[in-house]
């Protein structure tokens, strides 16, 4: 306070010390400061101006704020139905040839003819056949001598884990026992039990148990187990569409029954957690923005995109520049055949449709399968080359107008030496122009690499550019469902070329002289 | 003014014979073209020839066998004569491709064209004549805005709300699904309702430039000592404006406006190519991601002259409507 009050007075005294014809009594400002003052008195101008800041600034330091990379993926865990089994309940006679002896095909067939008339023999061959009832979907055939051919029948013995195949005699006797509703039966000498779920014991353990359904794992590698085909059967006889089964392993998973009466098969679907790729995840406290069809962060990918969207329009807008310059300065300040072939060559290029140039070129390199990196390289390049024509018109038309000038012939008259005329004098009275100028086309450059990028032909992957970002709302899925993903973007890309264009119009305003504000 | 118009069109013929040089040896230079793609597909068919046989055969068929300067001049040759050979994408001659698409284009940018003009002059004079005010913030930053939109961007933006949200209108094509059942009338009808996103989407993107320009000038006009004048003698403000200042705005605008003419002929590329509008657009861009050379040389020759004849056009309009400037 103190302070302030002193420092008031003795403004206030100084003022008063002048004489009045004092020159310091009068305010001078220099031109670049006249220029500043102009430009922030523009209100549409320092909100660009803001808004570049503000574009800068989240691009720039936000990519190395975020605690996350740009291409960095991110997971989360979904529960899928998978196929898992199919079930289906055998309808088919099955058979089992007894040791030594031979049962092919024609016979299996002669058999179900014989089988289809109902009658129980048949003759192949001048050989007889008998066929004899076991038990219910349980048959043998014998020679007319005695002799067992073979069994056919229709409830599966399966063997249980780990155990050898029952011989041929277990099969049928077990066979025997189950469809005739026996709980024991004597085979190769041996006593085995049969419980009321089909298992076949010997002696307390388990060789083999038999039952109608046929549980085929729909993927490789998967191996039912008993235990899981028991509890199934258990859901498929109470119909229940749903059941929940613990693994050996101790994994709960839910499986669903659905049945589809045409091919007559339960098919058996498992719920199961799996670890992906957080693909369009929703904004979330660690994901503000969600995540992309990558499982990549969005603000991160739009932060680190909005660098590669503002560098691009740099580097382009340089190149521009640079050969803008030197070909407009060449041509205005030598004039002659020159000046009328770097015209000519400028007028080439104001007609050649760069747009069109660019999309064949990026198909090209698409073609080539360009590495993304150098791709970028080649896009500001072309974007550089292509745009330096109107840039050259215009420094060549200030340079044509100031050369005519006095001041200029007054340098002449001073004996300045030409490259000091033409640095000292000549350029520093083009900038103005020439900084509104590229002002503007950083915007213009901006959204030109944007729309290319759109199309897939200029920022590529790995690499997020706005453009790219947006690209996602070519699958309309995306663009009606997840707005998160492509509207921040497009908000970011208009903010920052709005942002160039005020500032460039505020400029071309406060460059201006005849602006009386 | 004869002979200036015919030294700028001697002119032009020669920037158009560098130009298509230019355009025809890029697109010869570049790997990857369509016949090495075809090359490729037919050399993996079961029993065929090797990849280098075919190339060479279609290579000969194509024409490409032969250099590139000798190409050019071939090329020219038949373009010189009106054969402008058949589009490889299409499989139909270049022309009969170039006159199915190109009237839609060329409605879709002459309504939008009226459409600016009739938004943005108004506008833009309002905005001149009450400088600085909020008006002209508003309309300035409107005006900004627009140019400042990718195209892309609101034309889905547009799409988003009133296709998919509020379903007024298709996402995508030019007609509807049940378009072969409609009368004639119905038809048109039908069209004009799936060129409206398109046609908004042009509108607001190009509009912005026309209204600052309009705005500059009429500032720069109103800046004029006759405008002074008028108002010194007592002129009412309402005729200052509209009879005194409007009438020199309009120089530069019938320059501007007159040489964008011959660019309703060139198709807004990205606006159909997202709209899926089969104008002259997104038709040589099919044709450019495919490497059809024929359609695309003569695509892009067909925008240079229509660039060189907006030039040309306005700069003789600026001679025609404004008696100070003499060409020559």
């Known amino acids: 306070m103190e302070n302030e009050k002193l420092t008031n007075k003795a403004a206030e005294s100084n003022e008063e010390n002048y004489s009045l014809n004092d020159d310091r009594r009068v305010k001078v400002l220099s031109p670049g400061a ?244 957080d693909k369009y995840g929703r904004p979330s406290k660690a994901h503000p923005l969600g995540t992309d069809n990558n499982g990549m962060d969005m603000l991160v990918r739009l932060m680190y995109g909005g660098r590669v969207s503002l560098l691009i329009g740099f580097i382009v807008v340089f190149i521009e520049t640079f050969l803008g310059v030197i070909m407009g300065g060449i041509s205005g300040y030598f004039g002659g055949w020159v000046d009328n072939l770097i015209m000519r060559l400028v007028d080439i290029f104001y007609c050649i449709p760069s747009m069109p140039i660019i999309i064949i070129l990026g198909a090209t390199m698409d073609n080539m399968q360009v590495d993304p990196q150098i791709r970028m390289l080649y896009l500001m390049l072309i974007l550089g080359f292509l745009g330096w024509a109107g840039i050259a018109r215009l420094v060549r038309g200030q340079i044509l107008s100031l050369r005519e000038q006095e001041f200029m012939t007054a340098t002449e008259a001073c004996g300045i030496s030409v490259s000091r005329r033409i640095f000292r004098h000549l350029i520093p009275n083009v900038i103005p122009q020439l900084i509104v100028t590229c002002t503007m086309s950083l915007g213009s450059t901006i959204i030109t690499e944007a729309t290319l990028s759109f199309l897939g032909i200029g920022v590529k992957f790995p690499f997020a550019s706005w453009g790219n970002i947006i690209s996602d709302v070519n699958n309309s899925f995306v663009m009606t469902n997840y707005w998160f993903i492509w509207i921040p973007a497009g908000i970011c890309l208009m903010i920052a070329v709005l942002g160039f264009n005020f500032v460039g119009d505020g400029l071309r305003d406060a460059f201006d002289p005849k602006m009386k504000r | 003014m004869r002979t200036y118009i015919v030294k700028r069109i001697l002119i032009s013929i020669v920037i158009l014979f560098f130009v298509t040089l230019i355009i025809y040896t890029l697109m010869r230079c570049l790997p990857g073209s369509y016949v090495e793609t075809m090359a490729m597909q037919l050399a993996t068919a079961p029993g065929s020839k090797p990849y280098e046989e075919w190339i060479a055969q279609l290579n000969a068929a194509y024409g490409l066998d032969l250099p590139i300067m000798q190409g050019y001049f071939q090329w020219l040759g038949e373009f010189l004569r009106g054969n402008f050979g058949d589009s490889w994408k299409f499989t139909v001659p270049v022309i009969t491709q170039f006159k199915k698409v190109i009237g839609v284009s060329f409605i879709m940018g002459a309504i939008s064209l009226v459409l600016e003009l009739v938004i943005a002059i108004p506008l833009g004079i309002i905005a001149a004549t009450k400088q600085y005010s909020k008006t002209d913030y508003a309309i300035s930053a409107a005006a900004l805005a627009g140019i400042s939109l990718p195209t892309f961007f609101f034309a889905t933006l547009l799409k988003l709300i009133f296709a998919v949200k509020l379903g007024w209108f298709d996402t995508h094509g030019l007609v509807g699904r049940n378009f072969a059942q409609l009368t004639t009338s119905g038809q048109i009808l039908d069209m004009a309702h799936h060129l409206v996103l398109p046609i908004v989407t042009l509108t607001v993107i190009s509009v912005g430039s026309l209204m600052r320009y309009t705005r500059t000038n009429m500032l720069e006009v109103l800046n004029a000592d006759y405008i002074r004048t008028a108002r010194a003698k007592g002129v009412s403000e309402h005729k200052v404006i509209y009879q005194h200042a409007f009438r020199n705005t309009l120089i530069p605008l019938v320059t501007i406006v007159g040489g964008s003419l011959p660019g309703l002929f060139s198709g807004a590329l990205i606006t159909e190519t997202i709209f899926s509008i089969p104008g002259i657009g997104f038709t040589s861009y099919q044709a450019m991601t495919a490497g059809d050379i024929p359609f695309t040389m003569f695509y892009l020759t067909f925008i240079a002259i229509l660039t060189l004849a907006g030039n040309l056009l306005s700069d003789i309009l600026y001679g025609v409507v404004d008696p100070r400037v003499r060409l020559a």
């Open chain 1, 34 to 277: 006249l220029v500043a003052k102009r430009f922030f008195r523009n209100r549409l101008a320092v909100m660009g101006l803001i808004m570049l800041a503000a574009m800068f600034l989240f691009s720039f330091l936000g990519g190395l704020l975020m605690p996350y990379g740009q291409a960095e993926q991110f997971y989360t865990y979904t529960s899928m139905k998978k196929e898992y089994v199919g079930v289906t309940r055998n309808e088919d006679l099955r058979y089992a040839v007894a040791d030594d002896q031979e049962f092919g095909m024609i016979l299996q067939a002669q058999f179900m003819l014989a089988y289809g008339k109902g009658v129980d023999t048949f003759s192949y061959k001048d050989v007889d056949y008998t066929i004899t009832q076991e038990g219910e979907d349980l048959y043998s055939i014998g020679t007319a001598d005695g002799t067992l051919l073979a069994i056919a029948y229709k409830d599966i013995v399966n063997t249980a884990d780990g155990m050898p195949d029952p011989s041929f005699t277990v099969k049928f006797e077990a066979l025997k026992a189950f469809t005739n509703g026996k709980s024991s039966f004597t085979a190769d000498g041996a006593e085995y039990t049969l419980d009321a779920e089909g298992n076949i014991l010997s002696g307390g353990t388990e060789i083999g148990y038999i039952s109608r359904f046929v549980v085929a794992p729909k993927e490789n590698g998967v191996v039912i187990t008993r235990d899981f085909k028991e509890r199934l059967e258990e859901a498929l006889a109470t119909d229940d569409p749903e059941f929940v089964y613990t693994g050996p392993d101790g994994e709960e998973n839910t499986y669903y029954i659905s049945y589809d009466g045409g091919t007559k098969v339960w098919s058996v679907k498992q719920e199961t957690r799996t670890y992906v790729y």
